[in-house]
């Protein structure tokens, strides 16, 4: 069996060097998105009517139905990243109390903070293979 993939002796990932968000900047951002985004809800749930009235409110700003804004997920947004290298990135910022319990971390390209895949916010956009 030939080997596909050789990881030279002392790789542990991407070097520092590589630009990224900070922990503060995360923070900035991710306050921004709760308050002008509609980010949340806090305690996402997969029970169709848990957070009414958070899906109530981005079903209006979003300008669609509660239903559709219930369908939309960090994890199905054009802006989501959670592919490999964005999680060696990822694991630079420290989790935050909004990160535990509440599904996988990606990054939000669009709003520039660590977003999780179980929430949503305004800015959600289909991802473009998907749009056909």
Do not use: T
Not at 59 to 73: G, I, L, P, S
Not at 105 to 114: A, M, P, S, T, V
Request: charged fraction near 30%; aromatic fraction near 12%.
């Amino acid at each position: 069996m030939k080997n596909f993939m050789i990881i030279p002796k002392g790789f542990a990932g991407l070097p520092m060097e590589e630009g990224f968000l900070s922990p503060a900047e995360n923070k900035k951002n991710f306050i921004v998105a709760v308050e002008n985004w509609y980010y949340g809800p806090e305690e996402p749930s997969n029970d169709p009517k848990a957070n009414p009235e958070f899906y109530a409110a981005l079903a209006d700003a979003m300008q669609c139905d509660e239903k559709d804004a219930r369908r939309k997920h960090c994890s199905n947004c054009g802006y989501y990243d959670n592919g490999l290298m964005a999680q060696v990135k990822i694991e630079r910022i420290p989790m935050a109390g909004y990160d535990l319990g509440f599904g996988f971390r990606g990054h939000c390209e669009k709003l520039n903070f660590i977003c999780n895949d179980m929430r949503v916010c305004q800015a959600w956009e289909d991802r473009e293979d998907e749009m056909d």
